[in-house]
């Protein structure tokens, strides 16, 4: 299993550009997530899915859409970008029910410079 | 308003010496909380978790306790390995999707 996959691993974009990082996994997990982790700041979760077709808003979600068309990915699109989406960003998923719930496998993280 | 707060951003413990951890929460929801390890370049690895109808749970050299009362939970590393020297991020779940903690760097010392 590759597990959880990211790409690109460096992106380096202008204001008002925008891109797709694109997540996808080999395990057969339900819940797919998208966080970003700023210094000082943890991990916060930008977009979350239950499950193909089904999203969801985090807590930062403002500048990213999110689709969920296949079980195995689910696409971070940035719409215009903004030197405050500067970040790094990690998509993550699991299963949805039993004992591994919660339990998220996490990708190697996209690192996002927006000047 | 952080409903999961690590207070001490960093960390620092002899090799050998046991690492502690700790983890406040304010949502009395969250009934499942985890530990997860960070390397730089890295994405976060899951480490240790606990549900709420427990107080204790064991995995080799790292042991999470949860005090429901005080909302505490805390994570203890015995015996302390230069290889532990990482990030780590508390996490709780409920009724919402995961929230995380800001992290506490742990740096174990030779």
């Known amino acids: 299993n590759a597990g959880v996959t990211q790409t690109p691993k460096f992106q380096v974009l202008k204001t008002g550009q925008s891109m797709t990082l694109q997540c996808a996994q080999d395990m057969n997990h339900e819940y797919m997530s998208w966080y970003r982790q700023d210094p000082g700041m943890g991990l916060r979760l930008i977009h979350y899915?239950?499950?193909?077709?089904?999203?969801d808003q985090g807590e930062v979600p403002n500048g990213y859409n999110v689709s969920r068309s296949t079980t195995e990915d689910f696409p971070l699109r940035l719409l215009s970008a903004a030197p405050s989406q500067t970040s790094v960003y990690f998509c993550?998923?699991?299963?949805?029910?039993?004992?591994?719930?919660?339990?998220?496998?996490f990708g190697p993280g996209t690192r996002l410079t927006v000047l | 308003d952080q409903q999961v707060k690590q207070n001490s951003p960093s960390l620092s413990v002899q090799e050998g010496r046991i690492s502690i951890l700790n983890c406040d929460y304010t949502n009395s929801m969250f009934d499942y909380f985890l530990w997860y390890k960070k390397y730089p370049a890295e994405g976060p690895t899951f480490l240790i978790s606990?549900?709420?109808?427990?107080d204790k749970n064991e995995d080799g050299r790292f042991t999470v306790f949860l005090n429901k009362s005080a909302k505490h939970l805390s994570l203890h590393i015995v015996p302390s390995q230069p290889g532990d020297s990482a990030v780590y991020f508390c996490?709780?779940?409920?009724?919402?999707?995961?929230?995380f903690g800001k992290g506490t760097r742990l740096s174990v010392i030779a």
């Open positions: 899915s239950v499950g193909a077709g089904i999203t």
């Open positions: 996490a709780a779940a409920g009724n919402t999707p995961l929230v």
């Open positions: 606990i549900s709420s109808i427990k």
């Open positions: 993550a998923s699991s299963h949805l029910l039993g004992a591994s719930y919660n339990e998220q496998f």
